[in-house]
């Protein structure tokens, strides 16, 4: 990457995703080189063990970078690699990495803001509030990282999936407006602002979609 932070999780979460995609087209080609060697160092340099999440900026040697860059903690990321890398496990059939994104999906639900019932953008390592703008990004991550747990999950467990994709879901729609298109920022104040926005969120919406379409025969049956 460009400009003030050079090296991102970010940027290495959606080649993780693209190399994921031309794995299942291309299986003799590189990716799944490619998508192991993302997930190994993300494993061993974005993912927190200690604190339980995967930070977002570091330093040329990949450990965190310096001051408040470092300590950065994005709920909507955490969802999103929790996708990632729960559907990395079961195809290589890892159990460490089961256990991490799961662990990852429970420090995104720790960016769910109980008044509004949305994601909220950052959170500091120690998990604290850093900002209480939420994006509409997150919401979609939230989604799509509780119905592929639910699809994996048992029982009660699965239950709790089910229930955080409905709450996800009614989140996500305060977005959407009657006409298809989208605000992007919920602010503190419960507003949004009043500016357009991005075009991004396409992507996001239509793979939280998919992740939709993907579990829809199962649904009903889990809520039974």
């Not at 190399?19 to 799944?32: I, N, R, T, V």
């Not at 729609?173 to 075009?199: C, N, V």
């Not at 793979?207 to 379409?213: C, G, I, S």
């Amino acid at each position: 990457e460009a400009g003030e932070h050079r090296f991102q999780a970010n940027a290495h979460m959606h080649l993780l995703e693209a190399c994921m995609a031309w794995e299942l087209l291309e299986p003799d080609g590189p990716w799944k080189i490619y998508a192991d060697e993302i997930v190994e160092l993300a494993g061993r340099k974005f993912y927190d063990w200690q604190a339980g999440c995967l930070r977002e900026f570091f330093d040329a040697a990949w450990n965190p970078a310096a001051g408040a860059a470092g300590r950065l903690v994005e709920p909507g990321h955490q969802f999103e690699w929790a996708w990632l890398l729960m559907r990395w496990a079961e195809r290589r059939d890892q159990a460490w990495a089961r256990q991490t994104a799961l662990r990852l999906y429970e420090a995104g639900a720790r960016g769910v803001d109980a008044r509004s019932g949305v994601t909220l953008d950052a959170l500091n390592s120690d998990f604290s509030i850093r900002s209480r703008q939420a994006r509409l990004w997150p919401q979609t991550e939230r989604l799509k990282a509780a119905l592929l747990m639910a699809s994996l999950a048992q029982d009660a467990e699965r239950g709790r999936y089910v229930r955080d994709a409905h709450a996800a879901i009614k989140g996500l729609m305060r977005y959407i407006a009657p006409s298809g298109l989208w605000h992007d920022k919920l602010q503190a104040t419960g507003k949004f602002a009043d500016e357009a926005a991005p075009a991004s969120s396409l992507y996001h919406i239509m793979v939280a979609a998919e992740q939709l379409r993907a579990v829809m025969p199962s649904f009903a049956r889990w809520e039974a």
